[in-house]
């Protein structure tokens, strides 16, 4: 018997979504008692949980298969996960022959249900488990959590799947409608966590914002997060990613700004800024909501952070319509910004629109926002220099000098309550702080993304997310 048997190799791509699958994945196959393993080479099932959102992304998670295939032992099944098997699952054997199982994203818990059938089989040909039906969270998870657990922090999946008709956005065909799951599976899942000594939880789905709607809830997201506060007090960190324009209500501004557990940072993507643009793209179009909510929740919610992405380059963009988002990127000062260029979605609205705009045109586009953008990001971050604010530390690097080499000096990598682990800066701190732990420390510089600082043995008084010491901004 292969020593390799009932053994596993799950490789995770794309988003944090799918990272939360990959762990609930991995939690059925360890309970069916198989054993993860991090060497391909080891392992008697090979898993992807590929991406399938845009173009990059698909070729990506084909490239991991492939890789994986050209290593592939007679005694191994490869097994494409997620979303692109979602989508393209019956096309994958065509560009990846070796491939054994595909499965669809919307039925990853049954996983150790395909590997079995896998073992069982008695002809070469792939087998499928790509069922459409609508998922049914919360009704189907067979017990596992929905979290991902990344050193001391965690993601907690709140919903899957989406009801918004964003034109260019393959994702409510690929996962199907906005499923909330039930608060009480979130609450056990945060205690859990919290006794696991998780110090921030990350609120995550398509979009937050609507979490409840199907539960009959009004205002589903600001009610989720008082529950929160009360089942999971000693949790310090809460943050919100993925919230939809238009959905940003009093209420949940008010709940953000009177619990100092929930970080003072909203990550919600606008994707441009221009209405004529924003209704090709089937966006919510009030900009002018946009800019009164933003105001409103700075003047409510003391050092906000936000956090938004564009596209540029989407099909009739304009020079004009361009013009109006680099405006209101220099009037709104966002703190954190991500762009980017238009992906040529096959069968989603946006693709029959006429107007497809040049690469080249779409790259400039995106390194002009982003050359207006970074002065303001380093702005912000140099309004920090001389406080103290709290840090979540990560881990330990040695510190590099200005022609990259090593210096000898031990740094903390940490991330304050203004940046999202994987997509925003850290906070660079001399010397070795305890990793897991959130520390007060000075800062001392600044650099477009991440912040430079020392620790604060003598802070004024224990800070909590949003209270920056020293004369504010
Ligand atoms: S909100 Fe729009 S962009 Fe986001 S997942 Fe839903 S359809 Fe896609």
Known sequence: MSKRKDSYYLLSLGCSKNTV??????????????????????????????????????????????????????????????????????????????????????RWMDIVDLVRRLRDRKHPEPIYHLPDEAITVGMDERGVSRVAVQGPSAYLKIA???????????????????????????????????????????????????????????DGLAALLEQLVAAVPDVPWIRIMYAYPGYVTDHLIETMASHRQIVPYLDMPLQ??????????????????????????????????????????YPGETDEEFDTLLNFVREMQFDRVGCFTY?????????????????????????????????????????????????????????TDEND?????????????????????????EGELPAGEIVPVRVTGAMVYDLVATPDLMPHTVIAPGTILGPQP
Not at 63 to 72: G, I, M, Q, S, T
Not at 379 to 399: F, P, S, W
Not at 411 to 427: F, H
Request: hydrophobic content about 40%.
């Open 21 to 106: 699958d990959s762990q609930s994945m991995a939690a059925l196959l360890d309970q069916a008692g198989m054993r993860g393993t991090d060497y391909a080479g080891r392992a008697e099932v090979l898993i992807v949980n590929t991406c399938g959102f845009i173009e990059s992304a698909r070729q990506e998670s084909i490239d991991a298969l492939r890789e994986l295939a050209a290593h592939k032992r007679p005694d191994q099944y490869l097994i494409a996960a997620g979303c692109l098997s979602q989508r393209f699952g019956h096309d994958l054997p065509g560009q990846i022959p070796q491939l054994d199982g595909v499965i669809g994203t919307r």
């Open 272 to 313: 441009h800024a221009d209405h004529r643009t924003l209704l090709r793209m089937r966006r919510p179009a009030n900009v002018d909501w946009v800019q009164r909510t933003v105001a409103k929740m700075r003047s409510t919610i003391p050092n906000l952070a936000i956090r938004t992405t564009f596209i540029v380059g």
């Open 405 to 429: 080499q090593p210096t000898g000096q031990m740094i903390s990598l940490a991330r304050s309550y203004r940046d999202a682990p994987e997509i925003d800066g850290y906070v660079l701190v």
């Open 160 to 218: 899957d799947g989406c009801r918004r008709p964003c034109a260019f956005c393959a994702i409510p065909a690929i996962k199907g409608t906005a499923v909330s799951r039930p608060v009480e599976r979130i609450l056990a899942e945060a205690r859990q966590l919290r006794d696991q000594g998780v110090k921030e939880l990350i609120l995550i789905a398509q979009d937050t914002t609507d979490y409840g709607h199907d539960l009959g809830v009004k």
């Open 343 to 399: 992906s040529f979605e096959p069968g989603t609205p946006s693709a029959d629109q006429p107007g497809q705009v040049e690469p080249s045109v779409m790259e400039d586009r995106r390194d002009r926002l982003m050359s207006i953008q970074q002065p303001i990001s380093l702005a912000r971050n140099q309004a920090l220099i001389g406080r103290t604010l709290d840090v979540l530390v990560e881990g330990h690097a040695e510190a």
